[in-house]
């Protein structure tokens, strides 16, 4: 009795395995390849759902459905005008054949070291056809002036025929072209980053530092120069606005004297009297001004002044 119970358990497992190698499932994202004996048989399976296949002699071997990454590794690539550069990538491929995949590479380890061969060797040769603007820049545009110094640094910025995106473009349709017989699809290219490596980068930075402080100097003598109109602006105007304001007041001054001269006048002839007392005062005036204890002149006798002279001796 207890022999047959165990056979039959062992019958049971033996059925549960049989069973359990005789399906497999295919989710929505895989797809698989049926091999026998290390062989492929039969097509693909790409819908989703429960599959059956000979136990024990067929083995389901998966494959992504979905997209995958592919990450390049910074290599140093020299551009047409030799300027060496990191460049950094990175893209994104597809499974679309998955029987054709698994006869050439196998599995996603052999895909990612087939893509590295694919992807950098055609980086290394459109990066080498082409100057670093075409690299760096995607399209020809006009530099928007913010001031003198964007002038001063760059009149106009060098015109580019390919451009970055189409680079990229031209990379990832011919590395697509190469993988096609390799059962995927190379759907997106991208540049991740593109930078100087360090010897040259610190040329290009002491460069910059001396075009700077050349834009600097120009600033400063610039600023020199106008200081210095300025200056001769400000000097020539004050001594324009002093000219003026000299003139206005001798002619002021011109008007208040003959004023002055006609209000004497006035006032003095009355009658013979004050004539005479305006003209010795006038006189008096004029010796005041004119003579102190060390002048010395040499007077007429019909002089005005001698007159008052001799009638004080």
Excluded: C
């Amino acid at each position: 009795m207890k022999k047959s119970t165990i056979t039959i358990l062992i019958a049971v497992v033996v059925l549960l395995i049989v069973i359990a190698q005789s399906f497999y499932i295919v989710s929505e994202e895989q797809q698989v390849v049926i091999t026998q004996f290390g062989r492929p048989v039969g097509d693909a399976i790409t819908e989703a759902g429960i599959q059956f296949k000979i136990p024990f002699i067929q083995k389901a071997n998966y494959f992504e459905k979905r997209y995958l990454e592919w990450d390049g590794a910074p290599n140093q690539v020299p551009t047409k005008d030799k300027k060496f550069i990191f460049v950094d990538t990175y893209a994104r491929w597809q499974i679309t054949d998955p029987l054709q995949f698994y006869k050439r590479l196998t599995n996603e380890r052999g895909a990612q070291s087939r893509l590295d061969d694919i992807l950098d060797g055609e980086t290394r040769d459109f990066i080498a056809k082409n100057y670093l603007e075409e690299t760096v820049r995607t399209s020809n545009r006009s530099p928007i002036s913010s001031g003198a110094i964007s002038e001063i640094v760059e009149d106009s910025l060098v015109q580019i025929y390919v451009g970055r995106d189409s680079i990229q473009e031209y990379i990832q349709r011919s590395a697509s072209l190469q993988a096609q017989d390799l059962g995927i699809a190379i759907l997106d290219f991208r540049f991740k980053r593109i930078n100087y490596v360090e010897e040259v980068r610190t040329q290009v930075y002491e460069r910059m530092k001396s075009e700077r402080y050349r834009i600097a100097d120009k600033f400063r003598s610039e600023g020199q120069g106008e200081a210095s109109r300025i200056n001769g602006e400000k000097e020539r105007e004050l001594k324009s606005i002093q000219s003026e304001a000299f003139r206005k007041a001798e002619e002021i001054k011109g008007r208040a004297d003959a004023e002055a001269a006609a209000i004497y006048s006035n006032a003095y002839d009355k009658n013979s009297q004050s004539r005479n007392l305006y003209k010795f005062l006038m006189s008096m005036e004029t010796f005041q001004k004119t003579f102190n204890d060390q002048t010395t002149v040499i007077l007429s006798t019909d002089s005005e002044l001698y007159k008052y002279l001799k009638s004080s001796n």
